[in-house]
């Protein structure tokens, strides 16, 4: 599985012969934007990616949840391959406010599974990461069409899933959130884990040593690869930066996840913006 990381939790993997892609987030609008502004696709950099990365195979996209950094980008990527969105309510009415066909709309819900090729999907309901200034919206969901230019705060955050995905006998999951629910991952097990990280860093001990254990030790992952480290306020076409240190030290949440992994016998790998690696 050749699998490419285009910052935050935006995933494509690509098995050689269908592609999927896990959020969509390639405009990566500044703070100042967030706070203050409205903004739209940016459809040259999307168009960029896509070329680069060869993305011409693309049969579904799995939303997470929708804040923007995660579906911001959905409906034109959609529309530009004919891809189905696959997501809660408030993705679909992101879809709908760019006139994504209702054809490509598949509203799903925890526990559905789907089969796309030779991928197995299971959504799995998860929790995010702990509210906080930029991000106090958890449980509202997107009720009506969202139309762009919009305001970066209309994009709610409106449930958050994971998603646990068998291909060929190997099993990946992809949790986006620095969160768990007690017991939510009993009896599953995975070779690669894509482990949201955001929060990590200022987490207590306590908190540190509970969600390693409803997350890794409960799926024995070979392979752990971080996700949400990075700071999704800088553009995707510059070097690649950790977050924002007012908001999270990077290198002590690698650091911890890296002592974690040294002490179970797990590989780590921080995978960099637009990088593919074959799994």
Not at 144 to 161: M, V
Not at 191 to 211: H, P, R
Not at 219 to 242: C, E, M, Y
Request: charged fraction near 25%.
């Amino acid at each position: 599985m050749k699998v490419t990381f285009f910052g935050t939790t935006t995933l494509l993997f690509d098995d050689g012969k269908d592609q999927i892609l896990f959020d969509c987030h390639f405009t990566r609008p500044s703070l100042v934007k967030y706070i203050a502004g409205s903004e739209m696709t940016d459809t040259k950099l999307a168009d960029e990616l896509l070329t680069l990365h060869k993305v011409n195979r693309l049969k579904a996209i799995f939303v997470s949840h929708t804040h923007h950094d995660h579906v911001m980008d959905v409906p034109y990527v959609a529309k530009k391959t004919g891809a189905v969105v696959y997501g809660a309510s408030s993705a679909m009415n992101v879809c709908r406010g760019q006139d994504v066909s209702e054809a490509q709309l598949v509203e799903y819900h925890a526990e559905d599974s789907f089969t796309i090729g030779d991928y197995k999907i299971k959504v799995i309901k998860s929790l995010h990461s702990k509210p906080t200034i930029l991000n106090n919206d958890l449980g509202q969901t997107i009720d009506e069409p969202l139309k762009q230019p919009c305001k970066l705060r209309d994009y709610k955050e409106g449930g958050s899933y994971d998603f646990y995905v068998e291909h060929q006998g190997k099993k990946y999951l992809i949790r986006p959130s620095f969160n768990y629910i007690e017991h939510q991952l009993d009896g599953y097990t995975c070779d690669v884990l894509f482990l949201g990280v955001a929060g990590l860093g200022k987490a207590d001990e306590v908190t540190e040593t509970k969600f390693f254990e409803e997350t890794v030790a409960k799926t024995k992952p070979q392979l752990i690869i971080p996700l949400h480290w990075d700071n999704f306020f800088s553009r995707l076409d510059v070097p690649a930066k950790g977050m924002i240190p007012l908001v999270e030290k990077t290198e002590v949440v690698f650091f911890k996840v890296a002592k974690y992994c040294e002490a179970h016998n797990i590989n780590f790998v921080v995978q960099i913006p637009r990088t593919s690696v074959e799994i």
